[in-house]
């Protein structure tokens, strides 16, 4: 069954630190790749997708994600994090032309000043 | 205006009671779905109705029961209910059906004591 990795359970930086959030998904075949993010106390939103073309995409708030698909992975990055990225972070992976969109089991980011 | 919606925030109910928890969403998308996020944050798919269609129903108890009146609502009815149940559940939408942005609800927390 298709499945996706996020190692970091929980990752505690200080402001201004860089980020990276490893995500790795387990399908031989063509796949949409996302990063949603959960602020607390609110609804998951959409940082970022990618589809095709450029493996290097960029979201919102500063936020990167690259799709290697040697690796299977898509790991999220941020050069400098601020205080408000404290969330919790999940990858998703749908494959190509199915309804199923299916969560890695979410990272949880504390940034403090 | 809320884009999705749903009712209760919180609910607490006792084992064995019957609950609803209701969704709407005013974006005029096609599809809609109920997700549920265990305790460690985990979210994993139970249902998705295209057009008051039922397209994805995961291996989830009959004791939940999905009801579509219309396109804009998608009501998740709970029987029986157990604690194992208790978590968080998610509503969203999505323009179509291989759309993968998906808008997402605040949540409903469902604690069964």
């Known amino acids: 069954a298709q499945s996706v990795s996020q190692h970091n359970h929980h990752v505690i930086l200080s402001e201004a630190a860089s980020l990276e959030l490893g995500c790795n998904y387990s399908?031989?075949?063509?796949?949409?790749l996302f990063w949603y993010v959960q602020y607390p106390g609110q609804h998951l939103q959409l940082l970022l997708k990618y589809f095709s073309g450029d493996p290097l995409v960029k979201g919102i708030k500063g936020f990167e994600a690259e799709f290697i698909k040697s690796k299977f992975s898509f790991n999220l990055r941020k050069p400098s994090v601020q205080w408000s990225d404290t969330a919790e972070y999940f990858c998703a992976v749908k494959i190509r032309n199915t309804d199923k969109l299916i969560f890695g089991t979410g990272t949880r980011l504390q940034v403090f000043p | 205006d809320t884009a999705v919606s749903q009712t209760p925030k919180y609910l607490v109910t006792q084992m064995g009671n019957d609950k609803s928890i209701k969704c709407e969403q005013n974006l005029g998308h096609d599809t809609m779905y109920w997700y549920k996020q265990d305790s460690k944050k985990f979210l994993k798919i139970m249902f998705s109705?295209?057009?008051?269609?039922?397209?994805i129903n995961e291996t989830v108890p009959n004791r939940f029961s999905p009801k579509s009146p219309d396109k804009a609502h998608l009501n998740l009815h709970i029987n029986s209910l157990e604690l194992g149940d208790s978590a968080v559940y998610f509503c969203?939408?999505?323009?179509?059906?291989?759309?993968?942005?998906?808008?997402f609800g605040s949540g409903t927390q469902l604690s069964v004591l």
């Open positions: 399908y031989g075949g063509t796949v949409n």
């Open positions: 969203a939408s999505s323009q179509g059906r291989t759309d993968e942005k998906l808008f």
């Open positions: 109705y295209n057009n008051k269609e039922l397209i």
